[in-house]
């Protein structure tokens, strides 16, 4: 299974971005995914999950800002980024639960999409 990350990139300060990440290969069922981020020098922080049925969780300075949606039928999750500030720059990794095989779950990582807010 692997967990391709994109949409990451420059932005202005007050621009917006949007993230994609799709799983794909030998997949039973995709659970919970989410979005995690990493500043140089600190430690990876919760960005937003969302269930297989839609709930999500934000973290709170994400919380109005970001939002995070999901696309079942293709394995996919988004994250919607507005009224971006430097302090948003960072890696950006999104995380899955995935069901291999009806019995079996295992978690997973994408390789993470730069983002970086700055005039």
């Known amino acids: 299974v692997q967990l391709q990350a994109s949409g990451g990139g420059l932005v202005q300060p007050g621009g917006s971005l949007r993230l994609s990440c799709a799983a794909s290969g030998s997949i039973f069922r995709v659970n919970d995914m989410g979005w995690y981020r990493q500043a140089p020098g600190k430690q990876r922080e919760l960005v937003a999950t969302i269930t297989r049925g839609g709930s999500t969780n934000y973290a709170d300075s994400m919380k109005g800002r970001f939002t995070i949606s999901r696309d079942n039928a293709k394995n996919t999750v988004y994250l919607q980024m507005t009224s971006l500030s430097p302090e948003d720059t960072a890696g950006y990794y999104c995380?899955?639960?995935?069901?291999?095989?009806?019995?079996?779950?295992?978690?997973?990582w994408g390789q993470g999409t730069q983002v970086t807010v700055s005039s």
């Open positions: 995380n899955a639960e995935v069901h291999i095989s009806w019995f079996t779950t295992r978690e997973y």
